[in-house]
T-cell receptor
Framework: KNEVEQSPQNLTAQEGEFITINCSYSVGISALHWLQQHPGGGIVSLFM???GKKKHGRLIATINIQEKHSSLHITASHPRDSAVYIC??????????FGEGTQLTVNP | NAGVTQTPKFQVLKTGQSMTLQCAQD?????MYWYRQDPGMGLRLIYY???????DKGEVPNGYNVSRLNKREFSLRLESAAPSQTSVYFC????????????FGQGTRLTVV
């Protein structure tokens, strides 16, 4: 069993829909990252959080440390949000452990 | 401010050839990392460097060597490439051990034939 599990693996939505991607982890962490990988391959860090909730534009990330669970929400989704979203947790020292990613496709 | 720069972006090697992937960051970060990304397996850590002059093995270090000659640069070397090393490689950096966001390079798509 992977230390970081994401769901769903694939997600297709219509433009404007509210989207949720989930991440569960089984180890103690110091922080959790949400990353976005564009179709061209580049990876961008969206959020780093260790408690509570963060918001940036239409993106919201939440984490529940007790339940070892985080969610990434996208409001009013748009085709340009189509990408792979990756959850990563920081465990010992400076090392990250990654989930396998969620492929999101938003259709116009 | 270029962030994290990786070269090359694409490379095809024959089995047994050697090559070095270069990575440089201009953000004065202490920690730098090399990952490989394979379908169905996510990103896996090959090697990392917590500071200039130090390197440590990650999950999948076999077949690779690294060099952190200065704070800016962290290179990954394949001494004798194998088809199993066909992958997309990412370099990343962050300023502290665990407190701040990570920055990634654009990736190197390597094919070993």
């Amino acid at each position: 069993k992977n230390e970081v599990e994401q769901s769903p693996q694939n997600l297709t939505a219509q433009e404007g829909e509210f989207i949720t991607i989930n991440c569960s982890y089984s180890v103690g962490i110091s922080a959790l990252h949400w990353l976005q990988q564009h179709p061209g391959g580049g990876i961008v860090s969206l959020f780093m959080l260790s408690s509570g909730k963060k918001k940036h534009g239409r993106l919201i990330a939440t984490i529940n440390i007790q339940e070892k669970h985080s969610s990434l929400h996208i409001t009013a989704s748009h085709p340009r949000d189509s990408a792979v979203y990756i959850c990563a947790v920081r465990t010992s020292g400076s090392r990250l452990t990654f989930g396998e990613g969620t492929q999101l496709t938003v259709n116009p | 401010n270029a962030g994290v720069t990786q070269t090359p972006k694409f490379q095809v090697l024959k089995t047994g050839q050697s090559m070095t992937l270069q990575c440089a960051q201009d953000m004065n970060h202490n920690s730098m990392y090399w990952y490989r990304q394979d379908p169905g397996m996510g990103l896996r850590l090959i090697y990392y460097s917590a500071s200039e002059g130090t390197t440590d093995k990650g999950e999948v270090p076999n077949g690779y060597n690294v060099s952190r000659l200065n704070k800016r640069e962290f290179s990954l070397r394949l001494e004798s490439a194998a088809p199993s090393q066909t992958s997309v490689y990412f370099c990343a950096s962050n300023p502290e051990g665990g407190s701040l966001r990570a920055f990634f390079g654009q990736g190197t798509r390597l094919t070993v034939v």
